[in-house]
């Protein structure tokens, strides 16, 4: 049972099911139809599948650091050993290509690539100053253009793909900031590394004021209803306006690792506003 239960947390189920409801808004974003056609499902499963290989590999390249950083973790706290860890990387991701075969051979490919950019980004690209940060924002974009591309129109998921970017990019950096003190003993070189902590908030400063400014351009040129407008105006902006103003005043790491679950959990309520507001 406690085997069962360290499976299921180094797969991070929350992120694997935002993944998949991510696939499915940007098909039906993309095509305005409700109804779930079974090709789209398999999509969505295929990259859930992705995103959850990603996080075991993850885990997996990340475990020395995660013994300082995040110590209660599977690999750091020793409930699975990192060569069980290994086989369900490859059975998660043997998985979510034949899934993305379901759907033909530019879906293959566009999986094949998102599970090698996952490896390469826990391998390599997440030592590398913000193109690691921008790689995963992609990524996570990238669910939204998936399910518009297996829709048949990635044009209608652009508009959210890059709402998801950027919410995404402030996020990587905020756990950056997080994981500060591991990256620093492990040699890891981060951007709160090298330049500190006052740049990177300048940084994110930056990224969500575009971003707020963003959130309205589908409203004023009804690309979106009136939904949409009054969603975001409740919850996502006063979110993004909070997180900023609690990042003013507190950058200690307990604050970080809560700014960065609300950063995820504001993803999900610009994701219902557009599907709301399409």
């Known amino acids: ?56 590999v993850n885990d997996i390249y990340d475990t020395e650091v995660d013994k300082i950083n995040k110590p209660d973790r599977v690999l750091p706290s020793n409930q699975l050993s990192i060569a069980y860890a290994k086989s369900i990387y490859i059975v998660v991701l043997l998985i979510s290509i034949a899934f993305s075969i379901t759907n033909g051979i530019i879906s293959l490919v566009f999986v094949l690539v998102v599970n090698i950019l996952l490896f390469l980004y826990s391998a390599d690209l997440k030592k590398r100053i913000l193109i690691g940060n921008f790689v ?67 940084i994110i400063y930056l990224i969500t004021f575009v971003l707020i400014l963003a959130t309205f351009y589908p409203f004023l040129f009804n690309i979106y209803k009136i939904e949409y407008f009054i969603i975001v105006m409740l919850t996502v902006n006063p979110v993004l306006i909070y997180i900023l103003k609690s990042l003013l005043g507190d950058d200690s790491a307990k604050n970080l690792q809560k700014l960065s679950f609300l950063l995820k959990l504001n993803m999900l309520f610009g994701m219902i506003a557009i599907y709301l507001g399409i």
């Open 136 to 202: 995963v924002a992609l990524l996570t974009a990238s669910a939204l253009i998936y399910g518009g591309q297996i829709a048949g129109n990635i044009t209608g998921s652009i508009i959210p793909a890059v709402f998801a970017f950027l919410i995404n990019l402030i996020r990587e950096i905020v756990k950056d900031m997080e994981d500060v003190k591991g990256d620093s003993e492990k040699g890891v070189l981060t951007f709160p590394n090298k330049f500190g902590f006052a740049k990177t908030k300048r």
């Open 1 to 56: 049972m406690n085997k069962a239960l360290a499976i299921i947390k180094i797969l991070r189920p929350e992120n694997v099911i935002i993944t998949f409801f991510a696939v499915i808004v940007g098909a039906v974003i993309s095509t305005g139809v409700n109804s779930l056609q079974l090709n789209i499902f398999f999509g969505a499963i295929s990259l859930a599948f992705a995103c959850a290989a990603g996080n075991v």
